[in-house]
C-alpha cells in the first residue's frame, strides 16, 4: 500500500492535479455516479495505476474476464434504468459480500484497461478495497432511491514493463465492461510527460 500511496504523492507533486479537469473532479467529490477515477504513473520499468470507482458500479454487474468480448448483453445491464434495479432487494452484509468479490475479481484489469503488448508490462501487484462514503459527502450524477451502504472501490495495480518507453496508450475497458460508466478522469505521469484528460465512451484510447 504504501508504493501505491508514493505514485499518488509524485503524480502531485509535479502539478497534474492544478489542470482543469482534476479541479472539476475535487470540487465534485470523490463518490460521482457515472464517472470513475485514474491515476497512472510509470517510474523507471515501474508502473503503477489507481482506478477509483463507486462501488454500486459493481452491483448486478459481472467485469469481464478476458479482453476482446463485444457482445456484453447490455440489455440484461439494465442500461435503460442505470443498473439500479435490484437496489433495496439485498441487505448490506449480502451487498458488501457481493461487491468484494466483484472487486476481488478485477485483479483481471484487462476487464477495465488495456495497455500496448509491446511495453511487455507484465502484472507484479494488486490491492484493493472498498472505502466508506459518508452521506454528506458525495453528490450524484442522477436521482434514485437509497442504497444500502454507499462506498467507493479502489483498486490498485502495479506492473513491471520490461519495455517502457512503448508505452505510448492506454485503452479503456471500463465502458464495456459496466453499464453506468459514463467517463473516465485520467490523471498520468508517463516517461516524463504530465497527461489529464476526461475519456468518454466514443474515445477509449488515450495517447500517452
Do not use: W
Not at 508514493?6 to 492544478?18: C, M, P, T, V, Y
Not at 517510474?43 to 456484453?72: C, F, P, W
Not at 448483453?73 to 435490484?86: A, F, M, Q
Not at 471500463?174 to 485520467?186: G, P, Y
Request: net charge negative; charged share 20%.
Amino acid at each position: 500500500m504504501r508504493q501505491f500511496v508514493s505514485s499518488i504523492a509524485l503524480i502531485a507533486s509535479f502539478g497534474i492535479f492544478q489542470t482543469t479537469v482534476a479541479s472539476d473532479v475535487r470540487h465534485a467529490g470523490a463518490h460521482v455516479h457515472g464517472i470513475n477515477q485514474v491515476q497512472m504513473v510509470l517510474d523507471g520499468n515501474t508502473l503503477q495505476i489507481v482506478y477509483q470507482m463507486v462501488a454500486e458500479q459493481l452491483d448486478g454487474q459481472h467485469a469481464q474476464s478476458t479482453r476482446g468480448h463485444k457482445d456484453h448483453g447490455h440489455n440484461d445491464h439494465g442500461h435503460n434504468d442505470h443498473g439500479h434495479k435490484d437496489h433495496g432487494h439485498k441487505d448490506h452484509g449480502e451487498n458488501k459480500g457481493d461487491r468484494l468479490a466483484a472487486v476481488a475479481a478485477l485483479e483481471n484489469y484487462h476487464a477495465l484497461f488495456h495497455l500496448p503488448d509491446a511495453a511487455e508490462c507484465e502484472q507484479s501487484g494488486f490491492e484493493s478495497a472498498l472505502k466508506d462514503v459518508s452521506e454528506n459527502a458525495h453528490q450524484h450524477s442522477h436521482d434514485h432511491g437509497d442504497h444500502a451502504g454507499h462506498q467507493d472501490a479502489i483498486l490498485q495495480y502495479q506492473f513491471e514493463c520490461a519495455n517502457p518507453k512503448a508505452l505510448s496508450t492506454i485503452e479503456f475497458e471500463a465502458f464495456e465492461s459496466f453499464a453506468d460508466v459514463e467517463s473516465i478522469d485520467l490523471e498520468a505521469l508517463v516517461n516524463g510527460r504530465a497527461i489529464s484528460t476526461r475519456v468518454t465512451k466514443d474515445q477509449v484510447l488515450v495517447n500517452l
